[in-house]
């Protein structure tokens, strides 16, 4: 490599040859280079290297334990008592241990009969079960659908709820705290959580009570998410994708091994007692679900997860929406980690398990290994020949990666390439919030609600579809997704004309999803009202 003369690497302007700009930009570049730049370079790749064979590790490590589990039949019902729940003659529904259903919302327009309809379907003694309508809408028109909506069904003889409050403290962990301490909730045993555009099964208290009457010593039953809008666009397809993995193996593997996962935050069924003695819902992170697993699990509570077991919600189909989706996702637990990390005290390999697989692994290095070498280390070893990365780093490894996260929909691998490229771009936001949940910086504790668009976008037949779109230059146009794909295309440029590295193709395939990315022509478009 240090035969290569640098003519071949850096044309004359490059290289300083002449006066103007460019030329001094070369010289400055050439002198920096040897003593700074591959130094500095080099030690990025090593880092990078590091994080993709710790990714690579956990990815293999937990493909193994899922086909372990497949192979074996270790479901729940095996692994847990399961009993069918049985009438009493004599002390009747008593029998039956009383149930809490939550439902936090703010102005969710679009779905929020949906929820409440759905909640008030499920299957159970009428006097064992009440729900809880938790409102912290700042739309008056929309509260006063979402008390008429409930006050519709209390007239069907319905147990609910409507409460609201002065504020909204805490967000989404504040309404639930608050939605706690009233008086009807101490006759509860459990407590049912639905965020507003999940609509539950009538048999879902049947087939997760169970676990929790049989077994006292789980705390936690955690349902699947189904997807009602995965084929809306590419962007929700690419979702499905990612989190059909995240259910498929990641739940999977932590409750079979540990019996430890994040909660999802809904569609999950909590043992009240087991609740309050991890300190009740705290409002300290953007994760509130994931706060409260983590400190019932260091209580020495148990969670299940339940694969067959699913709860019909709405992907984020808009690509805004879906950036602060994935920001407070990923802000999130990088400040969970710093803020717990040393509360953690438990067994040696428990603890292995929720600091270094569970929150290092998987919410901090995933994220930034991600963003950091594939989009800007990997690209910069172009401008920088004397600085290589092995083979077995830049394709076997993510490619095995990759090959690994798709296995939870196999009817998405065609969309595979796709999928890599889509990630990419995310990756941008995840390793951003990352850093701010870690540094806890401005926008740490930031709460955007996912925006729900429910049957909004659906045209009654016979009508046509606006053609004319809400556009607003500053929601649109995205700068950093630009800068990006510009510093991916100049580097894949410079391949063509002078490197030897032939990571061309990758360069200018993830530029151009960042430059689509940049112009916001990514998800679903909202038509004028």
């Known amino acids: 490599m240090d035969n290569i003369p640098s003519a071949l690497i850096f044309p004359d302007t490059f290289r300083g040859a002449g006066y103007g700009f460019s030329g001094q930009i070369g010289l400055v570049w050439e002198q920096a280079k040897a003593p700074l730049i591959v130094p500095v370079l080099k030690l990025l790749v090593y880092t990078c290297l590091a994080m993709s064979v710790m990714l690579f590790i956990e990815r293999v490590y937990m493909g193994i334990v899922v086909v372990f589990v497949k192979l074996v039949g270790r479901k729940p019902q095996k692994m847990y008592k399961w009993e069918k729940m049985k009438d009493d003659i004599e002390l009747g529904n008593s029998t039956y241990p009383m149930v809490l259903v939550q439902i936090p919302m703010y102005n969710e327009k679009e779905v929020y009969q949906l929820s409440i309809g759905a909640a008030c379907g499920l299957s159970w003694p009428s006097d064992r079960i009440i729900i809880q309508v ?33 504020n909204r403290n805490g967000y989404k962990a504040g309404a639930l705290r608050e939605g706690m301490k009233h008086s009807y909730v101490k006759l509860c045993d459990f407590v049912a ?59 999977e593997v932590g409750s079979s091994t540990h019996a430890f996962f994040g909660f999802n935050g809904t569609a999950g ?37 339940v694969a067959d077991l699913k709860v019909k919600n709405e992907l984020p189909s808009t690509f805004k929406a879906y950036r602060y989706q994935q920001h407070r996702w990923s802000c999130g637990p990088a400040n969970l980690f710093k803020k717990m990390a040393m509360e953690i005290k438990v067994s040696l390999w428990k603890k292995l398990y929720v600091i270094y697989s569970f929150f290092f692994v998987r919410k901090i290095v995933a994220h930034i290994v991600t963003f950091i070498f594939y989009c800007v280390v990997l690209p910069a070893t172009v401008l920088v020949p004397e600085v290589e990365v092995p083979k077995w780093g830049a394709v076997y490894i993510p490619s095995t990666i990759t090959l690994l996260n798709a296995v939870g929909t196999p009817r998405s691998l065609h969309l595979l390439v796709f999928w890599i490229l889509f990630e990419n771009v995310m990756s941008l936001h995840r390793t951003k919030a990352t850093f701010i949940g870690l540094l806890e910086a401005g926008r740490v504790n930031e709460w955007v609600v996912t925006e729900k668009l429910g049957d909004g976008l659906k045209v009654k037949s016979g009508t046509k579809v606006p053609k004319k779109f809400r556009i607003k230059i500053g929601e649109r146009i995205h700068g950093l997704e630009l800068g990006v794909g510009a510093y991916l295309f100049f580097c894949g440029c410079y391949d063509v004309a002078f490197g030897r590295n032939q990571y061309f193709i990758y360069l ?13 022509y990514v998800g679903t478009f909202l038509p004028n009202s």
């Not at 999940?198 to 009570?209: A, C, M, T, Y």
């Not at 994760?287 to 969670?303: I, N, P, Y």
């Not at 993830?510 to 940049?518: N, R």
Request: charged share 25%.
């Open 508 to 520: 200018f395939l993830q530029s151009l999803a960042f430059f689509v990315a940049g112009v916001g």
């Open 269 to 305: 069924v909590w043992r009240i007692s087991a609740l309050n003695e991890a300190g009740g819902w705290k409002d300290r992170t953007t994760v509130e679900d994931m706060d409260l697993a983590v400190r019932a699990s260091l209580k020495g509570w148990k969670f299940v997860y």
């Open 134 to 166: 938790l409102d912290d809408s700042t739309d008056p028109a929309i509260k006063a659908l979402v008390e008429l909506e409930c006050q519709r069904w209390a007239s069907k003889g319905i147990n609910i709820n409507y409460e609201i409050r002065d």
């Open 193 to 251: 959580i639905f965020d507003a555009d999940f609509q539950p099964e009538p048999d879902f208290l049947w087939r997760s009570i169970p676990f929790l009457v049989h077994n006292p010593e789980i705390a936690l039953v955690q349902a699947r998410w189904k997807f009602v809008n995965a084929d809306e666009c590419l962007m929700t397809r690419m979702q499905e994708m990612s989190l059909d993995y995240h259910f498929t193996v990641e739940q």
